[in-house]
């Protein structure tokens, strides 16, 4: 929080974006893929159908009853999804292996992907539980999908042999975790470097998704950022609430700094 407040500073003081003090932009708008929980297949569909009709273009959905249940389930909450959100959209799905009872295996996660590939699902998201390296990396060059994960990592060090080794398709350190604006942009050089794609773990605040916004802009191959929906924690903590654009896309603040204005009143209701 310090780092990425001194970031803010530093672009109020320059009166620059914080995206442009990063090394300049590569763009000024960035997709937001809707982020949310998964639940049973009918249920499901209608959320998504009904954050499909605020304009979002990208969708993930994760953790709920998914590997939890059987193979069957899953591939029917995937179908689900897919048929809601579109041909067009792009659909991410997260095992969300994080978990502390997370029972599934490498082998899971291959025929899993497997199954994905049909629905074409972007990537699969912690398929495996995140301290298995072995089987990350045995998973990234057996999938038709690619792997990404990554955001219970801390300190650009413990990224170090999970990009070497190439266990990711694409990388996802979280700022608000891994040490804020200034870590983060060192994992995304590190990911560069090793042919690995840098997209932020979102699920935090509306700072966390100022701060993505302006490090997506500021790299070459991020052009995707994490939106939570539904949470107060986003969309009630600025003044003057997130707006897409007419193509699904969020516009990255132009102001100083972070961009944002803080709604005083709503960060002293949900402190």
């Given at each position: 929080?310090?780092?990425i407040?001194?970031?803010?500073?530093?672009?109020?003081?320059t009166?620059?974006?914080?995206?442009?003090?990063?090394?300049?932009?590569?763009?000024?708008?960035?997709?937001?893929?809707?982020?949310?929980?998964m639940?049973e297949?009918?249920?499901l569909?209608?959320?998504l159908?009904?954050?499909k009709?605020?304009?979002?273009?990208a969708?993930?959905?994760g953790?709920?009853?998914?590997g939890?249940q059987?193979?069957?389930?899953d591939?029917?909450i995937?179908?689900a999804?897919?048929?809601?959100?579109?041909?067009?959209?792009?659909l991410m799905?997260?095992?969300?292996a994080?978990?502390?009872?997370w029972?599934?295996?490498?082998?899971?996660?291959?025929?899993?992907?497997?199954?994905?590939?049909?629905y074409?699902?972007?990537?699969?998201?912690?398929?495996?539980p995140?301290?298995?390296?072995?089987d990350?990396v045995?998973?990234?060059?057996h999938s038709?999908?690619?792997?990404?994960g990554?955001?219970?990592?801390?300190r650009r060090?413990?990224?170090?042999?999970?990009?070497?080794q190439r266990?990711?398709?694409i990388?996802?350190?979280d700022?608000t975790?891994v040490?804020?604006?200034?870590?983060?942009?060192?994992i995304?050089?590190?990911?560069?470097?090793?042919?690995?794609r840098?997209?932020?773990?979102?699920w935090?605040?509306?700072?966390?998704l100022a701060?993505?916004?302006?490090l997506?802009?500021?790299?070459?191959?991020?052009?995707?950022v994490?939106?939570?929906?539904?949470s107060p924690?986003?969309?009630?903590?600025v003044?003057?609430?997130?707006?897409?654009?007419?193509?699904?896309?969020?516009?990255?603040p132009e102001?100083?700094g972070l961009?944002?204005s803080?709604?005083?009143d709503?960060?002293?209701?949900?402190?």
């Amino acid at each position: 929080g310090i780092d990425i407040a001194m970031w803010d500073i530093l672009g109020k003081a320059t009166r620059q974006p914080v995206g442009r003090l990063l090394g300049g932009r590569y763009r000024d708008r960035v997709r937001p893929y809707a982020s949310l929980l998964m639940c049973e297949p009918r249920v499901l569909a209608e959320h998504l159908l009904a954050i499909k009709s605020q304009g979002f273009r990208a969708f993930k959905i994760g953790w709920g009853p998914f590997g939890r249940q059987s193979f069957a389930s899953d591939e029917a909450i995937v179908r689900a999804a897919r048929e809601a959100v579109g041909p067009d959209s792009l659909l991410m799905i997260d095992a969300g292996a994080s978990d502390a009872f997370w029972r599934q295996d490498y082998k899971w996660a291959v025929r899993t992907a497997r199954m994905l590939a049909d629905y074409d699902v972007y990537w699969f998201e912690e398929p495996v539980p995140p301290d298995n390296l072995h089987d990350y990396v045995l998973l990234r060059n057996h999938s038709p999908v690619p792997i990404a994960g990554g955001e219970v990592l801390t300190r650009r060090q413990s990224f170090t042999p999970w990009l070497q080794q190439r266990a990711f398709d694409i990388v996802q350190p979280d700022v608000t975790k891994v040490g804020g604006i200034s870590e983060e942009r060192r994992i995304a050089w590190m990911a560069e470097e090793c042919g690995i794609r840098f997209i932020p773990h979102g699920w935090n605040t509306a700072l966390g998704l100022a701060s993505d916004l302006h490090l997506a802009s500021a790299c070459r191959n991020t052009d995707l950022v994490e939106y939570l929906t539904g949470s107060p924690f986003i969309d009630d903590l600025v003044e003057g609430r997130w707006k897409l654009d007419s193509e699904g896309m969020l516009p990255v603040p132009e102001g100083a700094g972070l961009g944002i204005s803080l709604n005083m009143d709503a960060v002293e209701k949900h402190t």
